[in-house]
């Protein structure tokens, strides 16, 4: 089975930090997602890559950046960590042949900023 | 905007009681639809897909789907639940045009209550 893995289930952050979310997959997909899933809400797409060093602005990128180095990392970064921050983020990847497969998703990491 | 909708924020249902959760979405032309289930504590997992063919698909755990082009629409379905049922369920859509990104948009969720 494919595995998408986050390093963190629980994390705490103060206001204005710099906090960093990382993310593994180990099948060798093209793509890599990160989502935040806020009650009501689902799940928003903040980026997306598509290839090493490839970025991809999602519906909502604004306080984030992303860093894909290797093929099975992809980072997702807040610059300076904000309350409004303060959910559950997602990480998913797939194979570049094709969505049929749908998306693997990594188990979250919920992020608390205080 | 572009989206897709689920129109059932909770459900609570008794088992064996038959269920239903709409989705619908607002992209035209030819669009690739989904729907996850993630139970408590877990990840979010596949639980079926649609692509083309019969737009009626049959998913795992006894769900099915209805794909309805003229409501765009594709409503989730299972003729009787049961309490291992209880999770949140989003539906997605492959919106045409993403750049073969295989971007999803997905729903806001529906939580499901399975009472015994």
């Known amino acids: 089975d494919v595995k998408v893995t986050q390093s963190s289930r629980y994390l705490v952050k103060r206001t204005g930090e710099k906090v960093f979310l990382e993310c593994v997959q180990d099948?060798?997909?093209?793509?890599m997602f990160w989502y935040r899933q806020d009650p009501g809400l689902g799940l928003r797409l903040i980026y997306f890559?598509?290839?090493?060093?490839?970025?991809e602005k999602g519906d909502i990128p604004e306080g984030y950046s992303v860093s894909r180095e290797k093929k099975e990392r992809f980072s997702l970064i807040l610059e300076s960590a904000s309350t409004n921050q303060t959910s559950m983020y997602l990480c998913?990847?797939?194979?570049?042949?094709?969505?049929?497969?749908?998306?693997?998703f990594g188990s979250g990491t919920r992020l608390t900023v205080v | 905007a572009q989206s897709v909708s689920q129109h059932n924020h909770h459900v609570i249902l008794s088992e064996a009681a038959s269920l239903e959760l709409g989705c619908n979405y607002s992209?035209?032309?030819?669009?690739?639809l989904f729907w996850y289930v993630q139970y408590p504590g877990q990840h979010l997992q596949l639980l079926l897909k649609?692509?083309?063919?019969?737009?009626l698909v049959k998913g795992i755990k006894g769900f099915e789907a209805e794909f309805i082009k003229s409501k765009f629409s594709f409503n989730l379905r299972k003729p009787s639940v049961q309490w291992s049922d209880t999770a949140e369920y989003f539906c997605?859509?492959?919106?045409?045009?993403?750049?073969?990104?295989?971007?999803?948009?997905f729903g806001a969720g529906t939580r499901l209550a399975v009472h015994p």
């Open positions: 890559s598509y290839d090493v060093k490839m970025k």
């Open positions: 997605a859509v492959n919106p045409p045009r993403s750049g073969g990104y295989n971007k999803l948009i």
């Open positions: 649609y692509f083309s063919g019969d737009p």
């Open positions: 099948m060798d997909h093209e793509n």
């Open positions: 998913a990847s797939s194979s570049g042949t094709g969505v049929i497969y749908g998306y693997t």
């Open positions: 992209y035209g032309g030819t669009v690739n």
